[in-house]
């Protein structure tokens, strides 16, 4: 559709900066999970469907790989990177790889794909932009620290953090940084982009709302301790939990807390990021638990109990719910009541998230499998 639009902007006089500014906010469709999360607002939820039943349809492994970053899917193509200096694209049809990237060293954050772009950070610091028909490099760009960030977006700029506390904005067509906002911690999250703000769930124990068009900040909310989990935003709310235990939810736009779970007393580590629809908040936690939240007004609708930690970040699928765990299963959940409707056990650890996308889920294993499920 972007031809159309480009048209249009043709046909409106529109200068291509004027067309760069004005392109929509990256987002899911039925045929693609394009970053972290799905969309440009940190949603995690699926516009695609899945079957009743899921089979796996294929299964990519990496001998002694390792799996922690989510998958995206654009055009038919997964793109994922591996622990183990790899970054993979593979054809969602049938898992056959189409071409690899070798770096210097690993990923474990998740690729963000646009316009024929591939970008992606690496744990020594490197972020790169890769070509996604063919793999070859475009550019790269420094950071003084490892990136566990995905990408974002604000009109001809690319944006994500790094562990050396800053939040970088790089110009797409070349990687010259435009700006960076600075923060006293690392930063591990995605940035969340709504309205030319970027919102920042950061290690300093403070939510950081940047104003994009210059980089500086437009306000903050103590959040009482360090987190990584990325801001999933609905309306003029953001949801996240903390590694101190509490979820919160944050009225973006008069920068105050809402309502924070639990009231009052500390729970166990929350390192996976929300799946947020106006029905539920859903979140899995370091206590064994799945937990899903009546968004406006915190009250806990139920828990799923898994065997090991739930670190891996739900999606939000129709009326159901999947989310990985370290106890190397997948889970398909009601997503009204909890109620367990599938499950595969893997072996091995998922940290990694669903990517959902052409009626299919892809999710990839700390033990260097990469599993696509779907209905054969």
């Not at 046909?11 to 039925?30: K, N, S």
């Not at 070859?136 to 690319?158: M, P, R």
Request: hydrophobic letters at 45%.
């Amino acid at each position: 559709m972007y031809w159309l639009f480009a048209l249009f902007a043709l046909v409106a006089g529109l200068t291509p900066q004027a067309m760069r500014a004005a392109e929509p906010a990256l987002a899911a469709t039925a045929t693609a999970w394009p970053m972290f999360r799905g969309d440009a607002l940190g949603t995690g939820v699926a516009k695609s469907g899945l079957p009743d039943k899921l089979e796996l349809l294929w299964k990519f492994t990496v001998d002694k790989g390792a799996f922690e970053s989510t998958a995206a899917i654009v055009d038919g193509v997964v793109y994922l990177g591996d622990l183990d200096t790899k970054f993979y694209a593979l054809d969602l049809k049938t898992g056959v790889k189409k071409w690899e990237f070798a770096a210097g060293a690993g990923f474990n954050a998740s690729a963000t794909v646009r316009d024929g772009k591939v970008y992606i950070g690496s744990v020594e610091g490197l972020f790169y932009c890769l070509d996604a028909a063919s793999g070859a490099q475009v550019w790269v760009a420094k950071t003084e620290s490892e990136i566990n960030s995905g990408a974002n977006f604000y009109k001809d700029l690319v944006l994500f953090g790094s562990q050396d506390g800053s939040l970088y904005a790089l110009h797409r067509a070349n990687g010259e940084v435009a700006w960076k906002f600075s923060i006293e911690d690392q930063i591990r999250c995605t940035p969340t982009v709504v309205e030319g703000r970027a919102f920042l769930a950061g290690c300093d124990g403070k939510l950081h709302s940047i104003d994009l068009n210059n980089g500086a900040s437009v306000g903050e909310v103590s959040i009482e301790s360090p987190t990584g989990a990325t801001p999933a935003v609905d309306g003029d709310r953001v949801y996240f939990g903390t590694e101190g235990g509490t979820f919160f939810c944050i009225d973006w736009r008069a920068g105050q807390i809402i309502w924070k779970w639990p009231e009052g007393e500390r729970g166990q580590p929350f390192r996976s990021s929300a799946a947020v629809t106006a029905e539920a908040a859903v979140v899995g936690g370091r206590d064994k638990l799945v937990h899903a939240f009546e968004p406006r007004s915190g009250k806990l609708i139920w828990s799923f109990q898994a065997k090991r930690n739930v670190d891996s970040s739900p999606v939000i699928v129709g009326s159901r719910v999947f989310v990985g765990s370290t106890d190397g299963r997948l889970y398909g959940l009601d997503c009204k009541t909890g109620e367990k409707m599938w499950e595969y056990e893997a072996g091995g650890q998922f940290v990694a998230s669903p990517a959902v996308a052409d009626s299919r889920l892809v999710i990839a294993s700390s033990d260097g499998h990469v599993y696509c499920f779907g209905a054969k």
